[in-house]
T-cell receptor
Framework: QKEVEQNSGPLSVPEGAIASLNCTYS??????FFWYRQYSGKSPELIMS????GDKEDGRFTAQLNKASQYVSLLIRDSQPSDSATYLCAAGDGGATNKLIFGTGTLLAVQP | GAVVSQHPSWVICKSGTSVKIECRSLDFQATTMFWYRQFPKQSLMLMAT?????????EQGVEKDKFLINHASLTLSTLTVTSAHPEDSSFYIC???????????????FGPGTRLLVL
């Protein structure tokens, strides 16, 4: 059974702080990894994708991938109340359609 | 990022009727689209994989005769909920796989979702 695991939270951080979200995956076949943000009542929105070991930065967001440890993380710098949402980690299953395996999501609450 | 649209965004129907939901990739071609369902405060649940020009692949426990999927073109997939019942009321979300240019890395984008309420 291919799995992606996340701490469900809630993760509470003060405004302006760094929020650190973590995720592990079970299948070494996975080669593509994604972070989606989902506001309550809305569909998921792609925040970051990462495919190679190391860091990938986009604005206030940095994704980190360590394939040896099967670990993916997302750092959000200068957290804002508008960042409060559920963050979903997903791994492609490496199959013909690269179906995504999702974690259950981490609820982030940024306190003003 | 790429845009995926869904129509309608909201639908209310009577029990026993059928409802069709459209999913379109607006600025890229998608040979593969996915249909998810999400109940309140629960995780996304993959229902099926929609493949252009071939039959959809359904996840275990999802009735293919109840949830009909047609992926007739590279930009359109439809999900029809047949003989809908109140327990089918949910948030239905599609996603489209953007494989990018040759050698580039693929991404999956979600549509805005369709809320179905069956009375």
């Amino acid at each position: 059974q291919k799995e992606v695991e996340q701490n469900s939270g809630p993760l509470s951080v003060p405004e302006g702080a760094i929020a650190s979200l973590n995720c592990t995956y079970s299948d070494r076949v996975s080669q593509s990894f994604f972070w989606y943000r989902q506001y309550s009542g809305k569909s998921p929105e792609l925040i970051m994708s990462i495919y190679s070991n190391g860091d990938k930065e986009d604005g206030r967001f940095t994704a980190q991938l360590n394939k040896a440890s099967q670990y993916v993380s997302l750092l959000i710098r200068d957290s804002q109340p508008s960042d409060s949402a559920t963050y979903l980690c997903a791994a492609g299953d490496g199959g013909a359609t690269n179906k995504l395996i999702f974690g259950t999501g981490t609820l982030l609450a940024v306190q003003p | 990022g790429a845009v995926v649209s869904q129509h309608p965004s909201w639908v209310i129907c009577k029990s026993g009727t059928s409802v069709k939901i459209e999913c379109r990739s607006l600025d890229f071609q998608a040979t593969t689209m996915f249909w998810y369902r999400q109940f309140p405060k629960q995780s996304l649940m993959l229902m099926a994989t929609s493949n252009e020009g071939s039959k959809a692949t359904y996840e275990q426990g999802v009735e293919k005769d109840k949830f009909l999927i047609n992926h007739a073109s590279l930009t359109l997939s439809t999900l029809t909920v047949t003989s809908a019942h109140p327990e089918d009321s949910s948030f239905y979300i599609c996603s489209a796989r953007d494989q990018g240019l040759a050698g580039s890395q693929e991404t999956q984008y979600f549509g805005p979702g369709t809320r179905l309420l069956v009375l």
